[in-house]
Antibody
Framework: EVELVESGGGLVQPGESLRLSCTASGFTFSSYWMHWVRQDPGKGLVWVSRVSPDGMTTAYADSVKGHFTISRDNAKSTLYLQMNSLRAEDTAVYYC????????????WGQGTLVTVSS | DIVMTQSPDSLTVSLGERATINCKSSQSVLYSSNNKNSLAWYQQKPGQPPKLLIYWASTRESGVPDRFSGSGSGTDFTLTISSLQAEDVAVYYCQQYYSTPTTFGQGTKLEIK
């Protein structure tokens, strides 16, 4: 059974950093594109970032470009999101998401980890 | 970025009745190479992550009940639940994957009357 488990969320002050982790199991992690998608409190879904199976190709939403970094460790079946210079508007639940077989779709989601940026 | 707009924002339907949710994209999401629309629908129940229901606008994901159907082309799409069940209470999102960044609609909250 595919499972994605996020960790690392919490309460931080503006300007601080946080690293999210997502541990995957139940599938060959190194074969899949992986994404982070966030959900603002009580609001909709926003794509944040993606990384290729080999970790060499990444992409970011304009809103996080330059202050978030996505990476992966295929040996540990773990996806990361390094978040620097956090701002109040980064407050959200962050989901680790597997790209589906069909291009552009997301077939498995973790339960999410809440990041709150507040002074 | 392609803007996805759903209507209505919320919907109340009786058990066993039909529920219809609309999604409009700011530009066509028809992928010319395969003549398919790059549009997906997700269901998010309270306290859970989203779940993929439909992709290519009308193809049901494995295991999704056949009371869920998707239709539309170009810029206008519809998710239909033919006979509403209690377990269908959720927020539904459309998503375009025609261009980067992928974008989602704002969501439609479906409740039981």
């Amino acid at each position: 059974e595919v499972e994605l488990v996020e960790s690392g969320g919490g309460l931080v002050q503006p300007g601080e950093s946080l690293r999210l982790s997502c541990t995957a199991s139940g599938f060959t992690f190194s074969s899949y594109w992986m994404h982070w998608v966030r959900q603002d409190p009580g609001k909709g879904l926003v794509w944040v970032s993606r990384v290729s199976p080999d970790g060499m190709t990444t992409a970011y939403a304009d809103s996080v470009k330059g202050h978030f970094t996505i990476s992966r460790d295929n040996a540990k079946s773990t996806l990361y999101l390094q978040m620097n210079s956090l701002r109040a508007e980064d407050t959200a639940v962050y989901y680790c998401v597997r790209k589906g077989v069909e291009p552009g779709t997301f077939d498995y989601w973790g339960q999410g980890t809440l990041v709150t940026v507040s002074s | 970025d392609i803007v996805m707009t759903q209507s209505p924002d919320s919907l109340t339907v009786s058990l066993g009745e039909r529920a219809t949710i609309n999604c409009k994209s700011s530009q066509s999401v028809l992928y010319s190479s395969n003549n398919k629309n790059s549009l997906a629908w997700y269901q998010q129940k309270p306290g859970q992550p989203p779940k993929l229901l439909i992709y290519w606008a009308s193809t049901r994901e494995s295991g999704v009940p056949d009371r869920f159907s998707g239709s539309g082309s170009g810029t206008d799409f519809t998710l239909t639940i033919s006979s509403l069940q209690a377990e269908d209470v959720a927020v539904y999102y459309c998503q375009q994957y025609y261009s980067t960044p992928t974008t989602f609609g704002q969501g439609t909250k479906l409740e039981i009357k």
